[in-house]
Structure formats: C-alpha cells, structure tokens
C-alpha cells in the first residue's frame, strides 16, 4: 500500500504521493471509424447476487445530437451489450448481450467534460434475476430507468472495443474520452464524489479522500502515453490499439 497524505484546497482532493498522479492526456476521436481495439474481450457477469461492477469515464462530447455514441462496445453484435449515449445526447444507456435488456439516465446535452459512473449491483438467484443500476454525473445520482437489466440469465455484458460497436457511422463516440476504468464493486455515492473532484480527476490507482476502491479496480485505461498507436490496462492488461484516426489529446478535465 502507498504512503498517501491527502489535502483539500478548494474542495479539490490532492493526492501528496508523487508516484501517483492523475493522467494527462485522453483519446481523441471524430467519429469516422475511430476506435481502440482490445487485444481480448471483456465478459462482466451482471445478474446474480454478488455480481457487482463499477465503470466510470470522463466525456467530452463534440457532436451529441446526431446518433448514438457508444462508449464501449462489441464487434460481434449490433447495438448491444454495450455502454453508449442516446442518439439525442441527453442520456445514457447500459445494455447487456440481451438486446432491449437495457437501464437509462438522464445526462447534460452540452459539449463539456463530464464525468460518469455507473454501477450495477447483481440481485439476482441461481437461474437469473435483475442487475440493480445506478448513475452519475459529475458526481451527482441521476435519474435511472431500469428495464429488466440482467433479468436473461447468463447474458452478460461483453465488450472487445472503446468507442465504437459492430456498427460505424451515427453509432460512434465523437469526442474525447478520459480515464476509463472498471471496479468489480458498487462505488457508493461518497467514492464517486470524491472521484470527480470538482472536474479535477484524480489517480484511481491509490486511495484519496472518501474514494476508497484502488483494490477493487479490475481495468484502468489512463490514456496516458501520449505516444504510439497502443494504450495500456494498468490493471488487467487488456492493451488497447487505435484504430482509423484515433489519437492522444493534452485536452482534459480540470
């Protein structure tokens, strides 16, 4: 464990701990068959009790009215089990491998950095049952509407792309994207405050604040290299490629 000292200025966590730092950069991309491609899917049980996972990002949106913009995705099928914003920019979905098994919240419709957290709590029994989902943005719970998340046993939520599905064209992310990661808990409502920071992000690798899940964290993509055509996992070693026009950008919340 990190010999972490933490400070508050200006309602701003500030982790002391040089070796961890928030990243620096994020991916860019327009929307024209941009996307990373992760060297392995990603297969997330969601139904039965216990089954708990957390998956926060940060979006800064250039285009949020002109189609769907799936945040992570599966090459293999066409609009679902996926994590994407609607085609009119003012929510945002999560979809499991059981097409129209989805849950919704109500997000901004504007073109600034935002932050994300959803988290699904399983509540299910040995044959099935449901996924209990929650939403965030910018640190605050936002209306959700669950229809039947998790209620299809066995379908879970696999994705092998960021930013794209099995589909291109209105269904891509346009925009930027910024540290992408996965918990295997729910995040309770002081983890993600403390997360978003007052639009300050902070390092996920290390305890700060109320947020206190680094040991819980599954996948983290920082998006930090800044250099190449690949991006790491920190934590499950998932690399991801990028794909048409992908790129870093310096252009991150703060």
């Known amino acids: 464990m990190l010999g972490l000292h933490s400070h508050v200025t200006h309602d701003k966590i500030f982790v002391d701990d040089l070796s961890c730092t928030a990243p620096t950069h994020s991916?860019?991309?327009?929307?024209t068959g941009d996307y990373l491609n992760l060297a392995s899917a990603i297969s997330l049980d969601i139904e039965i009790f216990g089954m708990n996972i957390s998956i926060s990002f940060w979006a800064k949106r250039t285009d949020n009215t002109s189609g769907e913009a799936v945040v992570i995705g599966?090459?293999?099928?066409?609009?679902?089990?996926?994590l994407y914003f609607g085609d009119e920019g003012d929510n945002l979905g999560i979809e499991s491998?059981?097409?129209?098994e989805e849950a919704f919240g109500d997000v901004s419709q504007d073109t600034n950095?935002?932050?994300?957290?959803?988290?699904?709590?399983?509540?299910?029994?040995?044959?099935?049952g449901e996924a209990l989902i929650e939403m965030y943005e910018d640190?605050?719970?936002?209306?959700?509407?669950?229809?039947?998340?998790?209620?299809?046993?066995?379908?879970?939520?696999?994705f092998?792309?960021?930013?794209?599905?099995?589909?291109t064209g209105t269904q891509?992310?346009?925009?930027?994207?910024h540290q992408l990661a996965i918990w295997t808990e729910v995040l309770d409502d002081i983890a993600v405050e403390a997360m978003y920071n007052s639009g300050s992000p902070i390092c996920l690798q290390a305890n700060s604040g109320g947020y206190i899940n680094s040991g819980q964290l599954l996948h983290l993509w920082k998006f930090s290299e800044n250099t190449g055509s690949t991006t790491a996992d920190e934590i499950g070693g998932i690399t991801g490629?990028?794909?048409?026009?992908?790129?870093f950008s310096t252009d991150i919340p703060s």
Not at 97 to 100: A, P
Not at 140 to 156: E, L, P, R, W, Y
């Open 27 to 31: 991916i860019s991309l327009d929307g």
């Open 74 to 82: 599966n090459s293999s099928h066409n609009h679902w089990s996926r």
């Open 97 to 100: 491998m059981q097409n129209g």
């Open 113 to 128: 950095w935002h932050h994300y957290v959803i988290t699904s709590r399983g509540d299910g029994g040995p044959s099935g």
């Open 139 to 158: 640190g605050a719970s936002i209306t959700s509407a669950n229809t039947n998340f998790g209620n299809v046993f066995g379908k879970k939520l696999i």
């Open 160 to 167: 092998d792309r960021i930013g794209n599905d099995a589909n």
């Open 172 to 177: 891509e992310f346009k925009g930027l994207l």
């Open 241 to 247: 490629t990028f794909v048409g026009n992908t790129a």
